[in-house]
């Protein structure tokens, strides 16, 4: 099922400045990165941020019932059939959503994934840990696909490696946060193998050898879809690339930060100085135009249903033009600099 083709555009000036300021209030590097999309690509990518966005606070503030899930199915419901609620984020998905001929299983799946976190789910194997990856971080990559005008099977497959790999990125990340509010995401066979007690560990989580170990295999298997994930930055849009290989990058960064750290997830969490940020940007920039072919292997057994939704999908509009990205890069490079002051002044 398709959204409905409404007559104008749904979102006024105002709603898209609105969820440029979510993006910008809630992640600030994030924000830093797109500007260097070109435009059309953009302003879009705003709105799908603030939808997920809101979709996460209805569930933090909702104390994660069903109910908040509940009224998200129905904003969705509203957004396909081209009457979204009264909110800027609502109007700019729906906009979205019309414009891109996003398959309803993409948000659904998003939405889904969120369930399961409403459910406190917990996850046996690696496999059922990117089950719920896929849904709420591979069905936002392949909708920012979409979103560039790239919709081959190979390259959603890459940009659903992408997705998944970010999330098993955060998992390591918040191991401790995660644990303190009663939370686990990391493979109960792994931890068990290890010689953890997963409930135990919640009761009390302390950083152990066993745990880093763990720690450090979710990582490798990160670092592994980064890899293969960065092969589907060459089959975007040119101007499209910087961006895209500069989040892997940043992404994969956070790891490398968890290991300088002695793999500690607890009593830490890694974060990416600004001036680092920048380097990684400047290389980002610098490589996207020798990227090697896109890796044909096939999706995750995970993802799978992502690619078969678009692939099912009518034809997608053409690419959006091309625009200069130099002038781009210096906003975002600004940026950078701004933000690392900030992090230094502790603001």
């Not at 797109?34 to 909702?62: H, M, N, Q, T, W």
Request: charge should be positive; charged fraction near 25%; hydrophobic fraction near 45%.
């Amino acid at each position: 099922m398709h959204p409905s083709s409404p007559n104008a555009r749904l979102a006024s000036g105002r709603d898209r400045d609105h969820c440029r300021a979510a993006i910008r209030t809630g992640s600030r590097s994030f924000y830093a990165a797109s500007l260097v999309l070109p435009a059309k690509v953009r302003e879009p990518a705003y709105g799908l941020y603030a939808f997920c966005r809101l979709s996460d606070d209805a569930i933090d503030l909702g104390g994660g019932s069903l109910k908040a899930l509940d009224r998200l199915r129905e904003r969705l419901e509203r957004a396909y059939c081209g009457r979204p609620m009264d909110h800027a984020a609502d109007r700019a998905f729906a906009d979205f959503l019309w414009r891109f001929s996003v398959p309803r299983a993409l948000p659904e799946a998003l939405l889904e994934g969120l369930a399961w976190d409403a459910e406190g789910r917990r996850y046996e194997t690696l496999e059922d840990l990117h089950a719920y990856a896929a849904r709420v971080a591979g069905a936002v990559g392949a909708m920012m696909t979409l979103m560039m005008g790239a919709r081959a099977r190979p390259t959603l497959a890459r940009a659903c490696d992408l997705g998944v790999a970010m999330q098993l990125t955060n998992i390591a990340r918040d191991v401790g946060e995660d644990a303190r509010a009663g939370r686990i995401y990391l493979p109960l066979a792994w931890m068990r193998e290890a010689g953890l007690d997963p409930d135990a560990f919640v009761a009390d989580p302390v950083l152990s050898g066993p745990l880093r170990d763990v720690v450090a295999r979710l990582l490798w298997e990160a670092d592994t879809l980064y890899a293969r994930a960065r092969s589907g930055v060459a089959d975007l849009p040119w101007d499209c690339r910087p961006a895209i290989l500069a989040a892997a990058n940043l992404y994969a960064e956070i790891g490398r930060e968890i290991e300088r750290a002695a793999l500690d997830s607890i009593t830490r969490r890694a974060r990416v100085s600004g001036a680092r940020k920048v380097r990684l940007l400047a290389r980002a920039v610098a490589a996207a135009p020798w990227l090697s072919a896109v890796d044909p292997a096939p999706p995750l057994s995970a993802v799978d249903f992502l690619v078969e939704a678009v692939a099912s999908a009518p034809a997608h509009p053409p690419r959006p033009r091309r625009e200069p990205v130099g002038p781009q890069i210096m906003r975002v490079l600004e940026m950078f600099e701004r933000l690392e002051k900030a992090e230094q002044f502790g603001k």
